[in-house]
C-alpha cells in the first residue's frame, strides 16, 4: 500500500515537472518570437515640407510604439532640394514630395542603380491664404488667384472697386518645394509668377509674414493652414459653381475641391529596403497606419483599396 502511494507521488511529480518544463519552453519560444521582431539601426528621411508633419508624426508613432530601438530621423529641406540627398551614393531611405518625381530625376536613380518606389500617402488641398483682418478678399475665383500671382492685377480695388486701393503683396514657397512646382506649372500653368513675389524656404515664416500684412496673399499646403487658423484664413475657390472652403471634407481628386487638390508622396530607396530590415519595416508601417495620422496632421486619407494595392506592391519588392 505504501509502494503505491509512493509510486502515485512520483508519477505526480513527474507530471508537474513535464508541464513546468514545458511552460518555460514555451514561453522561451515565444520571448524568441518576440526578440526576433525587436529592430535596430537608423531611417533617414528628408524632402517636402509640406509631407513633413505626417511623416513625422508616423515617426513618432513608430519609435514610441512599434520599434523603440529604431531611430527615425525626419528632415523637411523641401521636394527637390530632398530629392537631391535621395540620390546619391549613400543618401537617404526615404524622400517625402509634395509633386511626383521628374524624368531627370528618375534618369538619375537609374544611373545610380538606385530602384525607386513611389509611395501615395495622403492627399493635400492647396489654401490660398489672406491675412486675418482682410474681410473682402474671402473669396475669388480661379482666374483671379491667377491674376492675382501673375502680376495681372497690383492692387485689390482693380479686382473689385469696392476693395481697397492697396499693394497686393503676394508670398509663397520657393523654388525647392514640390508646392512651388505645383502652384507654377498646375494651378498657373507654367506662366511666370509675378517678380514682386516674397518666395521663403520656411513655412513658418511664410506663416508669420502672412499674419503681419493686412495685404498679404500667399499660398501652401492645408495642413499649415489648419494648424495655424489662429494666425491666417483661407480663401474660399470658385471653380464655377460658388466658392469652395478647402477642408478634410472637400479636399478630394474627385469631390469639390478637386483643382487645387494633389496627392502628395514619399518615395523609398528599395535597395536600402532590401539590405536594412528597419526601412522595410518602416515602409511597411506607413503604408498600414497613414489614413489613421492623414486628418490630424491636415490631410485627406487615400482610398483604402489604394493603400492596400501598395502594401501589396511593397511585399512584392522584400
Same mark, same amino acid.
Given at each position: 500500500?505504501?509502494?503505491?502511494?509512493?509510486?502515485?507521488?512520483?508519477?505526480v511529480?513527474?507530471?508537474l515537472?513535464?508541464?513546468?518544463?514545458?511552460?518555460?519552453a514555451? %514561453?522561451s519560444?515565444?520571448?524568441?518570437?518576440?526578440?526576433?521582431?525587436? *529592430?535596430?539601426?537608423?531611417?533617414?528621411?528628408?524632402?517636402?515640407g509640406?509631407?513633413?508633419?505626417?511623416? #513625422?508624426?508616423? +515617426?513618432?508613432?513608430?519609435?514610441?510604439?512599434e520599434?523603440p530601438?529604431?531611430?527615425?530621423?525626419? #528632415?523637411?529641406?523641401?521636394?527637390?532640394?530632398?530629392?537631391?540627398?535621395?540620390? +546619391?551614393e549613400?543618401?537617404?531611405?526615404? &524622400?517625402?514630395?509634395?509633386?511626383?518625381i521628374?524624368?531627370?530625376?528618375?534618369?538619375?536613380?537609374? !544611373?545610380?542603380?538606385?530602384?525607386?518606389?513611389?509611395? %501615395?500617402?495622403?492627399?493635400?488641398?492647396?489654401?490660398?491664404?489672406?491675412?486675418?483682418?482682410?474681410?473682402?478678399?474671402?473669396? *475669388?475665383?480661379?482666374?483671379?488667384?491667377?491674376?492675382?500671382?501673375?502680376?495681372?492685377?497690383?492692387k485689390? #480695388? $482693380?479686382?473689385? /472697386?469696392?476693395?481697397?486701393?492697396?499693394?497686393?503683396?503676394? @508670398?509663397? /514657397?520657393?523654388?525647392?518645394?514640390?508646392?512651388?512646382?505645383?502652384? @507654377?506649372?498646375? =494651378? *498657373?500653368?507654367?506662366?511666370?509668377l509675378?517678380k514682386? =513675389?516674397?518666395?521663403?524656404?520656411?513655412?513658418s515664416?511664410?506663416?508669420?509674414?502672412?499674419?503681419?500684412?493686412?495685404n +498679404?496673399?500667399?499660398?501652401?499646403?492645408?495642413?499649415?493652414?489648419?494648424?495655424? %487658423?489662429?494666425?491666417?484664413?483661407?480663401?474660399?475657390?470658385?471653380?464655377?459653381?460658388?466658392?469652395?472652403? /478647402?477642408?478634410?471634407?472637400?479636399?478630394?481628386?474627385?469631390?469639390p475641391?478637386?483643382?487645387y487638390?494633389?496627392?502628395v508622396?514619399?518615395?523609398?530607396n528599395?535597395?536600402?529596403?532590401?539590405?536594412? +530590415?528597419?526601412?522595410?519595416? @518602416?515602409?511597411?508601417?506607413? *503604408?498600414e497606419?497613414? &489614413?489613421?495620422?492623414?486628418?490630424?496632421?491636415?490631410?485627406a486619407? =487615400?482610398?483604402?483599396? $489604394?493603400?492596400?494595392?501598395?502594401? !501589396?506592391?511593397?511585399?512584392?519588392?522584400k
Amino acid at each position: 500500500m505504501k509502494f503505491k502511494k509512493y509510486l502515485m507521488l512520483v508519477v505526480v511529480g513527474l507530471v508537474l515537472f513535464l508541464v513546468a518544463c514545458g511552460g518555460a519552453a514555451e %514561453k522561451s519560444n515565444t520571448s524568441g518570437d518576440e526578440a526576433s521582431n525587436e *529592430l535596430e539601426g537608423n531611417v533617414s528621411i528628408d524632402g517636402s515640407g509640406t509631407v513633413y508633419p505626417l511623416m #513625422s508624426r508616423l +515617426a513618432e508613432e513608430y519609435m514610441v510604439n512599434e520599434q523603440p530601438n529604431v531611430s527615425v530621423e525626419v #528632415s523637411r529641406a523641401g521636394t527637390s532640394a530632398g530629392f537631391k540627398k535621395f540620390l +546619391a551614393e549613400d543618401g537617404t531611405d526615404f &524622400n517625402d514630395a509634395s509633386r511626383e518625381i521628374k524624368e531627370e530625376e528618375q534618369a538619375k536613380a537609374d !544611373e545610380l542603380g538606385i530602384e525607386v518606389m513611389e509611395l %501615395k500617402v495622403a492627399l493635400d488641398g492647396l489654401t490660398i491664404v489672406v491675412n486675418p483682418e482682410n474681410d473682402f478678399a474671402t473669396e *475669388l475665383t480661379e482666374d483671379q488667384v491667377k491674376d492675382i500671382f501673375l502680376g495681372n492685377v497690383t492692387k485689390w #480695388s $482693380e479686382i473689385n /472697386p469696392d476693395w481697397p486701393e492697396e499693394e497686393i503683396q503676394t @508670398y509663397g /514657397p520657393n523654388e525647392n518645394h514640390g508646392t512651388y512646382e505645383f502652384f @507654377y506649372e498646375t =494651378i *498657373l500653368e507654367e506662366q511666370d509668377l509675378v517678380k514682386t =513675389i516674397n518666395l521663403q524656404q520656411d513655412y513658418s515664416t511664410l506663416v508669420t509674414l502672412v499674419a503681419e500684412d493686412v495685404n +498679404a496673399i500667399g499660398f501652401f499646403g492645408f495642413g499649415y493652414y489648419d494648424s495655424n %487658423k489662429d494666425k491666417v484664413q483661407a480663401v474660399g475657390i470658385d471653380f464655377g459653381e460658388g466658392a469652395v472652403v /478647402p477642408s478634410l471634407d472637400t479636399i478630394g481628386e474627385e469631390g469639390p475641391y478637386a483643382n487645387y487638390t494633389r496627392p502628395v508622396f514619399t518615395y523609398l530607396n528599395v535597395n536600402h529596403a532590401k539590405e536594412k +530590415a528597419q526601412v522595410f519595416d @518602416y515602409a511597411t508601417y506607413v *503604408l498600414e497606419t497613414m &489614413n489613421d495620422f492623414a486628418g490630424e496632421t491636415g490631410f485627406a486619407p =487615400i482610398p483604402e483599396e $489604394e493603400a492596400q494595392a501598395q502594401l !501589396e506592391e511593397l511585399e512584392a519588392n522584400k
